[in-house]
Every structure is written in C-alpha cells, then in structure tokens.
C-alpha cells in the first residue's frame, strides 16, 4: 500500500497540474498556432539553380550543396545554359535560388515579381580569347574593332552572352554581319578555337572556369585587353572594369606577362520571396566563407557584398553581410537557432500574458483542494435539517439520521488535503459530531 505521505504528495502534484491546466493548455495552443503561422523549420530541400558542368555556377553550386548538407538541407542542382537559364527558372518557381550576373534581370519587373539578392558574390568577366595568326603582326587585342570579318562564338543563347555581346557590337557600330556568330557551349567553342575552325570567343565567367584556366595558357592564343574599359562602364552600369594582375595565372612563368583590363559584371545569388527565410539565411551566411578570400580580381572581404546588387538585397542577406550574427548561432545546431529566432518573439510575448495569467492558478488550486471537504457539508447539513424539531422524520427516523452520519464520517475520513488546507477537514469532522451529539439528544433514553 502507498505511504500516506507519498500519497498525499502526488494528490498535491494532480491537484496543481489540474489547477494549471487550462492556462498551460492555453499557452501550448498559441504556441502551436504561432508555429503554423510562422512555419519556422525550412524545407529540407532546396532547388538551386547552375550553370553548364563544369562551369564556375557548377562549382560553387556543388561548394553550397556540401555547406548546406551539414544542416540537413539538401541542395538539388538544376543546371542550365547560364545566367538567364537560371532567371527564367526563378521566374517560373522551377528554382528557390540561383545565380544571376548583373545586366541580366529586369530590376522594375523581377522586383515586382518577388525577386531579391541574398547579396553580389564575385566578378564575372567578359573573356574575348583570339587567336593570334588572325591579328596583324604585332597588334595585341584591344579593342572589339578587331573582331571584324571574324567568326567568333558567343556562347549559348540562355547564358546571356550572346545578348550582352550584342549590346557591345552595337556601340561600336557593327553593322549586320560583320562577324559570324555561332553558340557553342564554352568547352567545344574552346576547341574549335584551339584547331582553328573559331577565329575568337567570348565567355563570361568566373576565373575558376576549367575553359578560362586552359586558354590561358595558350600561347597561340591571347586574351583582349580592353582599353577602352571606362567607356564601357559608363555606358553600361552594370560593368564594372577589372584588372588581371600580370603574373596571376603562373607566377613562375609570368602569366600574364603584363596587367590586363577587363570588363566584367558582378554575378549575385537571386532568390524568390517565396523561399523560406531560413535557406535564404543559410545561403546568405555560407556565401561568407565560399566567396570571401581575395581573388584574381579582388581582395579579401570584397565579397559578398550589398553594393552592386540590381534587386533589392533581403533582410537575411544584408544582416549575414553587413550585420552581426546572434550569439546563439556559435553554440546552437542550425534547427534549434533557427527555431529560436523565429519565435522568440512569440516565446517572449506568452512569457509576458503568463505572468498575469499565473495568477488564476492558486485561487483554482485552492477551490479544487477546499471543495474536497466543502462538497460533504450539502449532505451534513440536509441530515441536520431533516433532524430538526417538528420535523418530517422526527423521532422514529432518528437512529436512521445517526447511521447517515457515520457513513458520512467514514467518507470524510477518507479524504486527503495537504496540511496547509488541515483546519478544513478538522472542522468538518467537529461539524459531524455536533450534528450527532445533537441527534443523540433528541433521543427518547432507553
């Protein structure tokens, strides 16, 4: 049999969870209302739009994919043709983030549509590689003049290429037809211009292009140096004018062998408003270790940056670029600091409608202990009625009323309280014996 005082501790326990209740009930029910409409935890997955393998897109795409797979987020790549491939698939929902280079988006309408930059991630430049038995002896290429009467491939269509090459032809006049363009994808462009079947070929991407890397050190092929640059940059504001430090592909075989001006746009990750905050955070963050380190065409800390973003930078990227992380994110797994931070507002608001709400509790807990002994009084004092003088059941149901009230005391003896709530019952017992000495007086002697 249970110990009366462990039984009377665990009636404590009930008595109080009972008491508390409704207003833990209540609490538990806005918070579970705040977590549907907040919808804090991600999806586990998150479709990010790249380039061609092989490309730059490709491989920081792959970069994300292993930063994010350490949070349990899996990032499927959705390759493409390039910039505006990846536009399009955001555009259409078919991709929850992507790369995009500048001059590609349409800043009015992507805006509208929910577009917005978790921030700019690195220089993109316009390579224009030429084969040099297609110059004039001792003519280096300079300028986009000198691409005339050549056939030249500019990529495919859904890259952006073609159309930011367009715009440069344009500016220098080039009338229809003045070079033959084809669209080959970088890698078989690159090797139709190493047999000779491509006189030149343009390409924007990152350094670490695998195409950019070999052409390079090509040494019958040369890279344009374009002096005319600024012009470009103001004419177009979404260029920038970058320098190829001499040296920087082979230091030791001093490639190349002097500084090289390039025209370049400034590749961001887009994503849409649709994307849960918390990937969109994710990748705003992870961009500052894969992006950081200086670079062929910047220094350390120059990306990722809100500077040279044509959308709108989102509130996760500028606060993962130009803000201060929480504290709890070092010491917290990413679904537990992503947890806090979406609710601890709500958190915090509960704690505060608690405090006033707390107060309900006792006065509960004290009724529920005190109607115990009170729910026994309705039955003392309907036997004291029916034993009072001139009443319905006087005398011969006297002894009658006197077994009622023992079988009342042997229930009221059964019931516990806790020793703050003892004076109730003690006066209940003392109320049943008055009851009984005073039917016993009325009793005929024997």
């Keep these: 049999m249970m110990p009366k005082t462990l039984r009377l501790i665990l009636l404590s326990i009930r008595d109080l969870l009972v008491s508390a209740g409704p207003v833990v009930l209540l609490v538990i029910g806005l918070l579970v209302l705040a977590y549907w409409w907040l919808d804090p935890q991600p999806p586990r997955r998150v479709v990010l739009a790249s380039g061609a393998t092989g490309s730059a897109y490709d491989n920081f795409a792959r970069r994300y994919a292993e930063a994010l797979k350490t949070d349990g987020i899996a990032v499927v790549e959705k390759r493409s043709d390039g910039s505006l491939d990846d536009l399009e698939l955001l555009r259409r929902g078919e991709a929850d983030v992507a790369f995009v280079r500048g001059g590609s988006a349409d800043p009015v309408a992507d805006e509208a549509a929910g577009l917005v930059s978790l921030g700019a991630l690195f220089y993109e430049p316009l390579w224009i590689f030429v084969r040099k038995d297609r110059l004039a002896p001792g003519k280096p290429p300079i300028a986009l003049a000198q691409l005339k009467g050549m056939r030249v491939n500019v990529d495919k269509p859904g890259s952006g290429v073609p159309q930011l090459v367009d715009q440069l032809l344009q500016a220098n006049h080039f009338a229809e037809g003045a070079v033959t363009l084809s669209h080959l994808e970088p890698a078989p462009a690159a090797e139709a211009l190493k047999g000779g079947m491509l006189d030149a070929m343009v390409l924007a991407?990152?350094?670490?292009s695998k195409v950019v890397q070999q052409l390079l050190r090509r040494s019958d092929i040369a890279l344009m140096d374009v002096q005319q640059a600024e012009v470009y940059v103001r004419r177009f504001g979404f260029l920038s004018a970058v320098t190829l430090p001499r040296?920087?592909?082979?230091?030791a075989a001093?490639?190349?062998?002097?500084d090289v001006t390039l025209l370049a746009a400034t590749t961001s990750l887009l994503a849409r408003e649709q994307t849960h905050p918390a990937l969109r955070q994710l990748f705003a963050q992870n961009a500052q270790s894969i992006h950081s380190a200086g670079g062929w065409f910047n220094?350390?800390?120059?990306?990722?940056?809100t500077r040279t973003s044509e959308l709108p930078v989102s509130v996760e990227g500028d606060r993962a670029i130009n803000g201060t992380p929480p504290f709890w994110q070092r010491y917290l797994p990413f679904w537990a600091s992503n947890l806090f931070e979406r609710m601890w507002l709500v958190i915090g608001g509960l704690l505060v409608m608690m405090l006033p709400l707390s107060r309900v509790v006792p006065p509960l807990y004290q009724f529920r202990v005190r109607s115990r002994v009170f729910r026994w009084y309705a039955r003392l004092r309907d036997i004291e009625q029916?034993?009072?003088?001139?009443?319905?059941?006087?005398p011969e149901h006297q002894q009658e009323l006197l077994d009622e009230l023992d079988l009342l005391e042997q229930h009221v003896n059964k019931v516990t309280v806790p020793l703050s709530y003892s004076g109730e019952l003690y006066e209940l017992r003392a109320h049943i014996r008055a009851a009984r000495q005073r039917l016993q007086l009325r009793l005929p002697p024997p």
């Design 299 to 305: 220094r350390a800390r120059d990306f990722p940056n």
């Design 254 to 258: 001093d490639l190349p062998p002097r």
């Design 247 to 251: 040296g920087v592909v082979d230091l």
């Design 386 to 394: 029916r034993g009072e003088p001139g009443g319905a059941d006087l």
């Design 205 to 208: 991407s990152a350094p670490q």
